[in-house]
């Protein structure tokens, strides 16, 4: 589900960048990616995901079983799902900020983060070239939120884990 979500938002992004009436509209129009440029950064996304996102994927559900998640009828309401949902929005946010902060630190930034400033010109999917350390990092505060929800409270249905990880991904 992750990859379909992440690549299938980031295609028409693609596309737009390779189309030049569109380019007057990009605030930096004059540093446009080149196909290579894409593809290398497709390329280690997908390594990325594969190697570092899937093992925690994978991790999440028994995990989240163990705490006691919740995978089957009744579904919760669309406003519990919605107040969780904007709860894991939060710790989310507050867990990248913070850790994309302290990427920013010298050594952490020299050995880690300086992956992911390499594109100039930002586009779809440099969002997540990164380090495996830093994917795994952040990728911590994606899946950990939830775990963190289910363990506390003993109140999570998978079906809002999945419109979490749908959402969040936009």
């Known amino acids: ?27 930096q129009h004059h540093k446009i990616p080149s196909s290579y440029e894409q593809w290398h950064c497709a390329c280690l996304v997908l390594l990325s995901h594969f190697t570092v996102e899937l093992p925690q994927i994978w991790l999440f559900h028994p995990l989240a079983l163990y705490f006691g998640i919740q995978t089957s009828v009744p579904f919760p309401s669309v406003l519990t799902m919605l107040g969780q949902i904007a709860v894991f929005f939060i710790l989310e946010d507050t867990w990248h900020y913070w850790s994309h902060r302290a990427m920013l630190y010298g050594p ?57 990880i749908s959402l969040r991904l936009f």
């Open 1 to 27: 589900m992750h990859e379909l979500v992440y690549f299938g938002r980031s295609i028409p992004w693609i596309i737009i960048d390779h189309t030049p009436s569109f380019r007057k509209y990009k605030i």
């Open 108 to 164: 952490l930034y020299r050995n880690i983060h300086k992956l992911h400033h390499q594109y100039s010109a930002p586009f779809g999917l440099a969002a997540e070239y990164a380090s495996p350390i830093e994917v795994m990092v952040l990728g911590f505060g994606t899946v950990g939120s939830p775990l963190l929800w289910c363990a506390a409270t003993g109140d999570l249905h998978l079906l809002t884990v999945y419109v979490w």
